[in-house]
């Protein structure tokens, strides 16, 4: 029930825009005249990195400011990469997995785990699936030990894979109650098509069909992998790599994931409706395809995507927030994912009656990255506000050793963190056009609006963008489920 | 009072202050000077600072904890502890503003058009239509003419510039706080920011504001099935305390909050004796103590809020409320407790973590796991709020084919267990041992520490408290677990509240729609 003010900025970074007159009265600014001194010297802790023969790797962070140590196994391969006829698989194997040790079976793994105040955990992503744990220094070795069982030595059983299924068939029935979750979801697959591997999603019928053997299949074909184990904490390190050598060194040579090769059409534009009766806000979605990491223009986007959208004093909040008090909900940028195109997103949450005009700033804010060329104070404002914080990615020893394993898994450079921001220090304002007049396409854009139809007015016709195409958002209901709901 | 942090941290600093146990190792250590690393200061204003020395890396963070939320809200203003909340991040008569004694008369000629507007708005009888849409384009061509001296977004633009980072807030019923967290050389800026807008606050582009929070409401209240459904279980379940209330506020209220009340409100509850403000990170208590206290020393001081009179009375009628929607159900159930500083404070989180906590409590095993009917549920402990007495309430969300009755039922005869049998050993301990465990984790946040800092300064007058706890967590004995049980969870303390779902008309399905005609 805690009310977060400015909670829903999207991309979390920060950008401010002075409105044009700002400057044109003598303000004094005595915030000037508080002297900045020099920052502390800080070096961040970077983890030990250990190349076993077989191609495995191994992160050890030492941190002895408390008393615990964890640690997790991250294992190339995720949900984008199983059947379709399937989808859901990767869920339920994450959810699985976690009871299924050869050591103890999950109930009794809960008993002795919790009695501890220690934690393992499984899950399954897009890309990946990962065993976690953590508790105190004095539990460490044995929770190791049992984390380690789940990896090699799994025992799925068909009980908790029901339980999976069951808590899986929930949610999947749930999912047009909360109209932000519709408008995420729905969203994302007018951007990468129904039935990308980034978007196809579960359904009764395809958890239904999982069975036990296809967890086994799936743990068999991803744990060959290349794996990535890192640990973090109040732990002797000669010691700690012993333990991971004696584990890890006797798997055979890691057989490295073949990159992907999907089509990325990007979405058809237009105007796309899906109407709910107990609403009385619109979510509007304006989405096309993104970009990725290895795009040189990345920092060039950032910077752009701190002005557009990025933090209290952007475009879109300045104009459509703060000037229009359309929205408490406003943000969006350019997004880049690590290995694949991310997605173009802005997004307002608005009242029915104001959908068109919300929509419409929005719009003219997007228009505006292409035609109302960028500032030399927008663009020192946001990198300020991008540099000056910088050091929060960084600040603890925990976020310096997940910066590191998600650069290993992705195949980019240790030192990615630094040569970004030195690209992001030297973008200009002709850098911010150049990449505004490249990536912005506003004629390419889908935009979705999930609202109360008979409360929009004026309607969606008004947007002058062609007519409103309904999406049928119906839940299957395979012939047994159903029966089970009446 | 939920409180679950620094477990083992306790331990030392209690054997240390008694003086009765070694603990040793290189812990130990730590935590003595964990202890060592925190300074307090009382300002002749009033208002507490802490410090805590926690130089991991070239940051800081800070809490700053008022002890004024929207349950302090006057009647018929309901939303006014938050509305003011937003108001304080539109900058000072210093920041955000172009000339401030021009654009303070425009903002004055603001609230008498409003004021004008409202009066008619509100007549009972004879409103002349022509003449309210008259005063309501006054209204709004004077905001348009004191927004000619607003520097928007002024006072977050320096705070962002100068590397802030979780820049936020939150209006709680029982408190307000604000926070973010800094590189450690802006630390100067940062005070004359806080204080600034503590002690300075400018009545600015409040009734567009207005609009940004009836758009909050909107989506975090009326939008939401979870979301109306809580509103209206608290507003049931309380008929006299302010608990009960709309936390947001309820729409018509919200709508004619003045900015004129919000720094009434102001006056009343931002004074130095209602303000604790914490800092943790890379700062030197030495340093930065005069700095501080020479900024937050322009807080005005002031006597410290009376406190509210009304208690709710007991309540005797088991109470209910059925919604009949077409989303999926939902159950949620909730008696009234004491509050924090009860005996039983820590009672109550035995009982949550023992029938909550993780995939052995009582209410995972025995509904999850076991009869397979739900696919969460448990115990939450004290909700709405936690300064004044609240409510224990459980919830359950029902697997498909599944009713809220029947999450009910399933409930009740876990809680009757607790009634009738004592708890195990094992669950005892293992409640020990994961609040001591999960308090020490928290210490490995600067922006947690200082949040809790602030909240058990202000909540116990020490906080120390906070590591004090623990020694009331030990203490909970099973013959406690059953008195408390059989007290609290009675039927004439209970309100009930679910969702049903309503098939869809006939001809109609929830995907179909009139849309955009």
Known sequence: MKKNFGAYLVFVICAIVFTPGAFNAQQNKPWEKIPVPRLHAFNPHQPQRIELKNGIVIFLQEDHELPFVSGSVTIPGGARDEDPAKAGLVGLYGQAWRTSGAKLNGDALDDLLEAKAAHIETGGDVDSTAVSWDSLKGDSDQVLSLALDLLFHPNFSAEKLELAQQQAATGIVRRNDDEAEIAGRESAKLVYGPNSPYTRQPELATIGAVTVDDLKAWHDQTIGGKLIVSISGDFDPAAMEAKLRAAFEPLPAVKITPSRHDDFAGPKPGVFFIDKEDVNQSNVEIVGLGTDRRNPDVPALAVMNEILGGSFASRLFQKIRTEKGLAYAVGGGYGYAWDHPGEFRVMVLTKSASTVEATNAALAEIDGLTNRPFTDEELARAKDNILNSFLFRYDTREKVLAERVRLEFYGYPADYLETYRAALEKVTVPDLNAVAKKYIHPGKLAILVVGNGPEIKPSLEELKLGPAQKVDVTIPMPKQAAEQKQ | ?517
């Not at chain 2, 654009?103 to 002349?128: F, P, Q, T």
């Not at chain 2, 020990?432 to 465990?437: L, S």
Request: proline share 5%; charged share 25%.
């Open chain 2, 1 to 517: 009072m939920q409180s679950t942090r620094f477990p083992w941290i306790w331990k030392g600093v209690w054997a240390l202050m008694l003086a009765a146990l070694m603990l040793t190792g290189a812990h130990a250590q730590d935590l003595k000077s964990f202890e060592q690393r925190i300074t307090t200061k009382v300002l002749p204003n009033g208002l507490t600072l802490i410090i805590c020395e926690r130089p991991e890396a070239p940051v800081f963070s800070y809490s700053t904890f008022v002890d004024a939320g929207d349950v302090n809200d006057p009647s018929g203003e309901s939303g006014l502890a938050h509305m003011f909340e937003h108001l304080a991040f539109k900058g000072t008569s210093e920041i955000g503003t172009t000339d401030y004694s021009a654009e303070k008369i425009a903002l004055e000629k603001v609230e008498a058009a409003n004021n004008a507007y409202e009066a008619e708005y509100l007549k009972a009888v004879g409103r002349d239509e022509k003449k309210l849409a008259e005063l309501k384009q006054k209204f709004i061509d004077a905001q348009t003419e004191a927004h000619k001296y607003v520097i928007p977004n002024q006072f977050t633009d320096v705070a962002e510039r100068n590397g802030a980072e979780g820049l936020n807030a939150e209006t709680g019923l029982d408190e307000t706080k604000y926070f973010w967290s800094m590189p450690e050389n802006r630390l100067e800026l940062w005070a004359w920011l806080e204080s600034g807008r503590l002690a300075d606050v400018a009545p600015r582009e409040f009734y567009k504001e207005r609009d940004v929070v009836n758009e909050e409401r909107r989506m975090s209240v009326d939008s939401n099935p979870i979301g109306r459904l809580v509103e209206q279980f608290v507003a049931t379940a309380y008929v006299a305390h302010n608990y009960g209330r709309s936390h947001i506020g309820w729409p018509s209220e919200v709508q004619q909050i003045t900015a004129t009340e919000a720094m009434e409100f102001h006056k009343k509850y931002y004074v130095g004796s209602n303000i604790v403000i914490a800092v943790v990170g890379d700062v030197k208590a030495s340093e930065a103590l005069p700095v501080l206290e020479r900024y937050f020393s322009k807080i005005p001081a002031g006597p410290k809020p009376e406190e509210m009179t009304t208690v709710e009375p007991k309540q005797f009628a088991e109470k209910t409320v059925a919604i009949r929607e077409q989303t999926q159900p939902f159950y949620i159930e909730g008696y009234h407790r004491p509050d924090y500083h009860s005996p039983d404070d820590a009672v109550f989180d035995a009982i949550q973590d023992i029938l909550s906590n993780g995939r052995v409590s009582r209410l995972y095993r025995s509904l999850v796991r076991d009869q397979q009917i739900a696919a969460e549920a448990a115990g939450f402990s004290p909700f709405p709020g936690e300064k004044y007495p609240s409510l224990f309430a459980f919830y359950a969300v029902p697997l498909p084919g599944h009713t809220p009755a029947q999450m009910r039922d399933a409930i009740h005869k876990e809680i009757e267990k607790l009634k009738t049998a004592d708890v195990s050993d094992e669950e005892l301990a293992m409640f020990k041992t994961r609040t001591r465990a999960d308090l020490l984790r928290g210490l490995a946040n600067n922006q947690g520490l200082a949040n809790d800092l602030a909240e058990y300064q202000t909540r116990y007058g020490d906080w120390r408290e906070l590591f004090l706890q623990l020694d009331k967590v030990d203490k909970v004995s099973k013959a406690d677990i059953r008195r408390v049980t059989n007290e609290i969870f009675v039927s004439s303390n209970r309100t009930e509240a679910w969702i049903e779902t309503e098939p869809a008309a006939a001809g109609k399905t929830a995907q179909q729609g009139g849309g955009a005609q």
